[in-house]
């Protein structure tokens, strides 16, 4: 049963969603500023709040997704906006070696981070602005086996679309992704309006 309270934030996330939307079409000179208030509301009443993801077959992110084929319901990032997402969220990003794929890592460290290696060798650096640090989870594979930020540095934030936040491996192999503690706050809402398991299990791949 939806409770009063998620119903007011999820209206809440998405008049937020809207109108940050639709501000940034005003920014690039989309719309004009007598165009604001209509692209926000048809964004509020159009626009879901999620996508859905395939992520195909890989170890870098088990035992929250994969190894096999997963399908994500990923909140949606419209902007490169740091109170948009948290250190320890699953992001979804460009891929920074082929920008016509996606990848999907746990965030790091951001901007104004102090970032220390392991290795001796490796002076340390600080993070510039509109940077990130993208791990994946499975700390039982090499590092150039990864592929994160280990291997292509830092990511940039524009390049965020959002925030993993439910995985389907399978029918019966499926359940929230542990974000950080605030994010899964703000998502809760999300969830209980925009996630659809069955939905879900017909259109994933195998």
Known sequence: MVT???WFRYVYHRLDYAATVSYKSYRKGIITNKKVVDDVWKNFFQEALTFTHWNKKGEEMVPIIGPEA???LVRKIPTADSKQYSIGDVVVFKDPMKSENFLVRRLAAVEGDEMISTDEK????VLE???CWVVADNESIKPE???DSRTF???STSSIV?????SLRNAVDHGPINNSETSVLKDTSVLEFELDVDEMVKNHKE
């Open 129 to 131: 602005k509109d940077e």
């Open 122 to 125: 490796d002076e340390p650096f």
């Open 153 to 155: 540095g830092p990511v």
């Open 145 to 147: 086996e990864a592929k």
């Open 70 to 72: 997963s399908t994500l």
């Open 162 to 166: 959002g925030r993993a936040i439910y």
């Open 4 to 6: 009063a309270g998620n």
